[in-house]
């Protein structure tokens, strides 16, 4: 059976770090394990908690003081870097190889690795320009107007489908 999660937390945080190599080692070791990571900014770490509380029905007053969460596809909290070294140990029998310091080494560069992704994106969005495409498809007895539409104010693109 498959297993997809989501680690996201702190970029310089070792909980993080530790949690981040567990997910690798799962990911190498077990081919039905995917790694989705989200390293997040120290300064926009409490923001993006509290909305991905909000989004997965978590609750955020049990994990305000958290640097690092781990969930599944579905949704389901698996919880904090040391509940998830848990389930990783006792389900997978996956453990963190790594010592304090070549954590801390990786935590670190996650910083590092984050703020220059932060850095770039704000230069690609400075130079890009809005823009919309519209297409048109007729079928038999069905219009559809496709409108797609790049928001790079929100520095995602957005696709907006309206149905005639």
């Known amino acids: 059976m498959a297993c997809w999660l989501y680690i996201a937390g702190v970029a310089d945080s070792l ?3 530790q949690s981040e190599r ?3 080692v799962m990911q190498l070791s077990l081919p039905s394990v995917r790694i989705d ?3 997040v900014l120290p ?3 409490t923001r993006y908690l509290k909305d991905k509380c909000n989004e997965l029905h978590f609750d955020y007053a049990a994990l305000e003081r958290e640097h690092c969460i781990v969930w599944n596809r579905s949704g389901k909290l698996i919880g904090p870097a040391r509940v998830f070294a848990k389930f990783a140990a006792t389900r997978y029998q996956v453990k963190c190889d790594l010592d304090q310091a070549e954590l801390s080494k990786n935590a670190r560069a996650n910083l590092q690795l984050t703020m220059q992704a932060k850095q770039q994106l704000q230069l690609r969005l400075k130079r890009e320009t809005p823009r919309a495409v519209v297409v048109v498809d007729m079928q038999v007895r069905t219009a559809r107007v496709c409108l797609h539409v790049l ?3 929100l520095s995602l693109s957005l696709l907006s489908l309206i149905h005639i």
């Open 15 to 17: 909980d993080y770090a």
């Open 22 to 24: 567990i997910g690798d």
């Open 37 to 39: 990571r989200r390293a």
């Open 43 to 45: 300064n926009e770490w």
């Open 151 to 153: 928001s790079l104010s």
